[in-house]
T-cell receptor
Framework: GAVVSQHPSRVICKSGTSVKIECRSL??????MFWYRQFPKQSLMLMAT?????????EQGVEKDKFLINHASLTLSTLTVTSAHPEDSSFYIC?????????????????FGPGTRLTVL | DAKTTQPNSMESNEEEPVHLPCNHS???????IHWYRQLPSQGPEYVIH???SNVNNRMASLAIAEDRKSSTLILHRATLRDAAVYYC??????????????FGQGTTLQVKP
């Protein structure tokens, strides 16, 4: 099946620093990737839609200047948490939408990365 | 957007079938029914999806009510590795399809040995 990777899997940083998280689709091209955040014992919350070659679309209540998203190629999207604070500590998950929806992807299936656990001290 | 309703939790015994229900009474004709599951500390994993007809794959079966207002995910023989949170999600098809998946609280499935 299609594979999506995230790097790093775990990061600890000091308050006020910026952290970049990478999301890669390893064996397929993705014009669209999505970024989610998940707090402990809660469901995933969609943060933004990342489109290759254009600006990301943010969900209501998500600060675009704090969570910078870049989708520079069909296989890579990055999320940068700027000036991180302890309340930004969370599990960040990306997903990628297969461009060539077909038998393998069973029509527009999304594939999720393993997540990045961010801890801000 | 149409919403889904799932029980918060369910329990099952190992090697027995599990039926996970989902209500989506406001589903529209352009909504696909998707199921994903999330194991602890991992990203969600695609399980199955369907539109009108029942669907089977190597992981599970999806039974869709005739009026499409409810569906049931069926795990034929639960294993300990099936313990996860199962999410039932509606997603548009066609030109309305943004690809967005809006996750509800899901059903936490516990499997007893």
């Amino acid at each position: 099946g299609a594979v999506v990777s995230q790097h790093p899997s775990r990061v600890i940083c000091k308050s006020g620093t910026s952290v970049k998280i990478e999301c890669r689709s390893l064996d397929f091209q993705a014009t669209t990737m999505f970024w989610y955040r998940q707090f402990p014992k809660q469901s995933l919350m969609l943060m933004a839609t990342s489109n290759e070659g254009s600006k990301a679309t943010y969900e209501q209540g998500v600060e675009k200047d704090k969570f910078l998203i870049n989708h520079a190629s069909l296989t890579l999207s990055t999320l940068t948490v700027t000036s991180a604070h302890p309340e930004d500590s969370s599990f960040y998950i990306c997903s990628a939408r297969d461009v060539l929806a077909g038998p393998r992807s069973s029509t527009d299936t999304q594939y999720f990365g393993p997540g990045t656990r961010l801890t801000v001290l | 957007d149409a919403k889904t309703t799932q029980p918060n939790s369910m329990e099952s015994n190992e090697e027995e079938p599990v039926h996970l229900p989902c209500n989506h009474s406001t589903i529209s004709g352009t909504d696909y029914i998707h199921w994903y599951r999330q194991l602890p500390s991992q990203g969600p994993e695609y399980v199955i999806h369907g539109l009108t007809s029942n669907v089977n794959n190597r992981m599970a079966s999806l039974a869709i009510a005739e009026d499409r207002k409810s569906s049931t995910l069926i795990l034929h023989r639960a294993t300990l590795r099936d313990a996860a949170v199962y999410y039932c999600i509606l997603s548009k098809i066609g030109s309305s399809n943004t690809g967005k998946l809006i996750f509800g609280q899901g059903t936490t499935l516990q499997v007893k040995p």
